[in-house]
């Protein structure tokens, strides 16, 4: 069984270009999760999705950032007009189920912006 | 405000002997607590858990210990192998939190032969 897939795996922007980030849960997997890790700290959440729908924003900043996950195809994290401070490793996890259901994680996208 | 804490940041231990990562938390609310593995370049890896109505969760050489009074976890391995060497992320979720992880900032473990 694959596991979480996450592309592209390295990333480089120039300030004010635009990221798509695009991960492909664990099969049959329904609800995906989005983190992004700083240099030297721990992983911070970001947002919550199921199928077509956002259940949890409550880590996204306001602007620039938003995030999909269609009824076909993978989950999109999309920054819009990057900056310096967007550096980072973003994560992606999936779940079977939500509450009590452990989250896998992918490798991870590492964004250098320039 | 960081609710969950990982002190140390490095511990270095020798082949054999145990290992033991701390782990503090603020939040009452947290039910659910998580270990996970990190290699360089990897994604998180999901080691072992422990629900907040238990003290103890134990898996092989693995065993994670809860003191809900001190707001204190610990993560034992035991014995160490150079395998285990990586960054163990403590974590935390907050019941009915919709399964948003609170994690720390990581404990970089270091087995030596």
């Known amino acids: 069984n694959a596991g979480v897939m996450q592309n592209p795996r390295h990333l480089v922007r120039r300030r004010g270009q635009e990221a798509r980030l695009r991960c492909s849960p664990v099969k049959g997997h329904s609800h995906v999760y989005w983190y992004r890790q700083l240099p030297e700290e721990g992983l911070k959440f970001m947002v919550y999705l199921q199928k077509e729908n956002i259940i949890d924003e409550s880590g996204m900043p306001k602007e620039r950032f938003s995030a999909e996950f269609p009824k076909e195809g993978p989950s999109i994290l999309r920054i819009q007009q990057v900056v310096r401070g967007d550096s980072a490793a973003y994560f992606c996890?999936?779940?079977?189920?939500?509450?009590?259901?452990?989250?896998?994680f992918g490798p991870g996208t590492r964004l250098l912006v320039l | 405000d960081q609710q969950v804490k990982q002190n140390s940041p490095s511990l270095s231990v020798q082949e054999g002997r145990i290992s033991i990562l701390n782990c503090d938390y603020t939040n009452s609310m947290f039910d659910y607590f998580l270990w996970y593995k990190k290699y360089p370049a990897e994604g998180p890896t999901f080691l072992i858990s422990i629900s907040s109505i238990k003290d103890k969760n134990e898996d092989g050489r693995f065993t994670v210990f809860l003191n809900k009074s001190a707001k204190h976890l610990s993560l034992h391995i035991v014995p160490s192998q150079p395998g285990d060497s990586a960054v163990y992320f403590c974590?935390?979720?907050?019941?009915?939190?919709?399964?948003?992880?609170?994690f720390g900032a990581g404990t970089r473990l270091a087995v030596h032969p």
């Open positions: 996890a999936s779940s079977l189920q939500g509450n009590q259901e452990t989250q896998y």
């Open positions: 974590a935390a979720r907050f019941l009915g939190g919709y399964n948003k992880l609170i």
